[in-house]
């Protein structure tokens, strides 16, 4: 876990979420960017990793972590001490975290 490091480095706080989302279309794009400006800390954001490619190519139940099509979305409040938080914009634009299909 230490590539998050300089997203969030020591002495702030923060609180994240992550979830699994077929495509970017629709009301996932909607919430993202609906939710994007409602933030209270400027060191807050939200970051997408597309899955796909040579992932894909496995059968789903091949590997410990199967279903890797998609886009992973990953919610990142971080805020000093004396500055307001963002919990719950965190929970925010996706919701409930979202499970892959068969797991």
């Known amino acids: 876990m230490q590539i998050f490091d300089g997203g969030i480095p020591d ?56 279903g890797r099509g998609g886009f992973a979305v990953n919610i990142n409040a971080a805020w000093a001490r004396d500055e307001p938080d963002d919990v719950a914009w965190v929970g925010h634009p996706l919701g409930q975290p979202q499970h892959r299909p068969g797991r």
């Open 11 to 66: 002495g702030l706080l923060s609180h994240w979420r992550s979830g699994y989302v077929p495509d970017l279309a629709g009301q996932t794009i909607t919430r993202l960017t609906g939710g994007a400006w409602s933030m209270r800390s400027r060191r807050s954001y939200t970051i997408t990793f597309h899955l796909g490619g040579a992932l894909t190519r496995q059968e789903p139940d091949a590997t410990a972590f199967g």
